[in-house]
């Protein structure tokens, strides 16, 4: 069974680090895409960027560009979002997704919630 | 960027009714077209693809169609659990925009 399972809720203040995570399971981690995706709160879903496992070739939306860094590590069959300075704006519900042409498998989300 | 524009943004129906969401491409994506479902507080679920297949599990009363640009999501007879908001997304080139969302209350 294909899951992907992401890291818990986080609270940071303003300024703040953040690395959250998405674990692949029941399929070849390495053979297909892992796409990041931002829900902001009662807003629609937009499209942040997608990371290819077996090389690390990365493609951004370029609203996200510099914004964001998108990283996998294999070994950990593990996808990766994070921030260098968080800001209140960046508060919102991340999904990470297989893949395939289309989405077709989706983590449950990790809330992150940027207050001071 | 290729745009995706969603119509409606919303619509109320009732059981039994069909009903039929809208997603219009800025420029031609040959039917890279997917449709997906959020529930209240749920992730996003895949129901189709190539703006006419049906995802796993999907039931048929889901269908898609595709008319140039333009791509439709036809529900056929409502049922309460179709309550949920939906989307539709290009995946052509990168970026692979959403459509803004259409909620659909029951």
């Known amino acids: ?116 | 960027d290729i745009q995706m524009t969603q119509s409606p943004s919303s619509l109320s129906a009732s059981v039994g009714d069909r009903v039929t969401i809208t997603c219009r491409a800025s420029q031609d994506i040959s039917n890279s077209l997917a449709w997906y479902q959020q529930a209240p507080g749920r992730a996003p679920k895949l129901l189709l693809y190539g703006a006419s297949r049906l995802g796993s599990g999907v039931p048929s009363r889901f269908s898609g169609s595709a008319s140039g640009t333009d791509y439709t999501l036809t529900i056929s007879s409502l049922q309460p659990e179709d309550s949920a908001t939906y989307y539709c997304q290009h995946y052509y080139s990168t970026p692979h925009t959403f459509g803004q969302g259409t909620k659909l209350e029951i």
């Open chain 1, 1 to 116: 069974e294909v899951q992907l399972v992401q890291s818990g809720a986080e609270v940071k203040k303003p300024g703040e680090s953040l690395k959250i995570s998405c674990k692949g399971s029941g399929y070849s981690f390495t053979n297909y895409w892992i796409g990041w995706v931002r829900q902001m709160p009662g807003k629609g879903l937009e499209w942040m960027g997608i990371i290819y496992p077996a090389d690390s070739d990365t493609k951004y939306s370029p609203s996200f560009q510099g914004q964001v860094t998108i990283s996998a590590d294999k070994s950990l069959d593990t996808a990766y979002l994070q921030w260098s300075g968080l800001k209140a704006s960046d508060t919102a519900m991340y999904y990470c997704a297989r893949r395939d042409g289309q989405f077709d498998y989706w983590g449950q989300g990790t809330l992150v919630t940027v207050s001071s």
